[in-house]
C-alpha cells in the first residue's frame, strides 16, 4: 500500500514547466508530503517537502491543496537532466512507502 | 560534505553463496536505513535504525537476511543464502530525527546484486 497515487509517466518539452500530480487523499493532519527523484542507476534524491503551505527550493515547487488530499510538484524549465522518476510520498515520525513513480521524460 | 557511502557497487554472485553491503552514513544522520528495489519499482524498506538499534526490521526476511549498525554509525548488511530471487539494488539511506519528526533521507547509490 504506497498510499499515494501517481500517474505512471508524463512527457514534457524541454524549457516547459512539468507539473506532476500526486493523490494522497488519507493523509493525516500532521503527515508530510515528501518528493524524491531518482536518475537512472543512481539513488533517489530529495527535492522538497511541505505540509500545508506551498513551497519553493531551487530544485522545485510545491503545491498543496487545502484540503491537502493531492498535490503537485512543479519544475518550472524542466531540462533533459530532469528525466527521472518521480516519488510522491507521505508520513511523519515513521517510515515512508514508495510507490512506483512517475517516469518523467523531457524531450529536446 | 561527503553523501551516503555504498560499497560494492556491484556484485554478481551464484545462489546460495553469502554476500554482504556496507554503509556508511552522512556524518551526524542517527537514523539508517537498508531499502531493496525491484526493477521498474520504488524502493521497499527492509530495516531502519535509530542509532544502534533496529527499531523497524518487520520487512526483513529474517531467516536469511541479517544487518548489524555497531557503534551507530556504518551498517552492514548480509543475506546468507542467497537466492535468485534476491537479485535487486541495495539502498541505504540516512536521515537526522529531531523533535520525533524524520528529515529528508539521504540515499547513497546502490548496490545493484545479480544471483546467478
Known amino acids: 500500500d504506497a498510499k499515494t497515487t501517481q500517474p505512471t509517466s508524463m512527457d514534457c518539452a524541454e524549457g516547459r514547466a512539468a507539473n506532476l500530480p500526486c493523490n494522497h487523499s488519507?493523509?493525516?493532519?500532521?503527515?508530510?508530503v515528501y518528493w524524491y527523484r531518482q536518475i537512472h542507476s543512481q539513488g533517489p534524491q530529495y527535492i522538497i517537502h511541505?505540509?500545508?503551505n506551498n513551497e519553493t527550493n531551487e530544485m522545485a515547487s510545491l503545491i498543496i491543496t487545502e484540503d491537502r488530499k493531492s498535490s503537485t510538484l512543479i519544475l518550472p524549465h524542466a531540462t533533459l537532466r530532469d528525466t527521472a522518476v518521480y516519488y510522491c510520498?507521505?508520513?511523519?515520525?515513521?517510515?515512508?512507502?514508495f510507490g512506483p513513480g512517475t517516469r518523467l521524460s523531457v524531450l529536446p | 560534505e561527503a553523501g551516503v557511502v555504498q560499497s560494492p557497487r556491484y556484485k554478481i554472485i551464484e545462489k546460495k553463496q553469502p554476500v554482504a553491503f556496507w554503509c556508511n552514513p552522512i556524518?551526524?544522520?542517527?537514523?539508517l536505513y537498508w531499502y531493496r528495489q525491484n526493477l521498474g519499482q520504488g524502493p521497499e524498506l527492509l530495516i531502519r535504525?535509530?542509532?544502534?538499534?533496529?527499531?523497524?526490521d518487520s520487512q526483513l526476511p529474517k531467516d536469511r537476511f541479517s544487518a548489524e549498525r555497531l557503534k551507530g554509525v556504518d551498517s552492514t548488511l548480509k543475506i546468507q543464502p542467497a537466492e535468485l530471487g534476491d537479485s535487486a539494488v541495495y539502498l541505504c539511506?540516512?536521515?537526522?530525527?529531531?523533535?520525533?519528526?524524520?528529515?529528508?533521507?539521504?540515499f547513497g547509490p546502490g548496490t545493484r546484486l545479480t544471483v546467478t
Open positions: 511541505g505540509l500545508k
Open positions: 539511506a540516512s536521515s537526522l530525527e529531531a523533535h520525533g519528526r524524520r528529515d529528508e533521507q539521504y
Open positions: 535504525y535509530e542509532n544502534e538499534e533496529a527499531v523497524d
Open positions: 488519507t493523509i493525516s493532519g500532521n503527515e508530510y
Open positions: 510520498t507521505r508520513g511523519y515520525g515513521q517510515n515512508f512507502v
Open positions: 556524518s551526524g544522520h542517527n537514523t
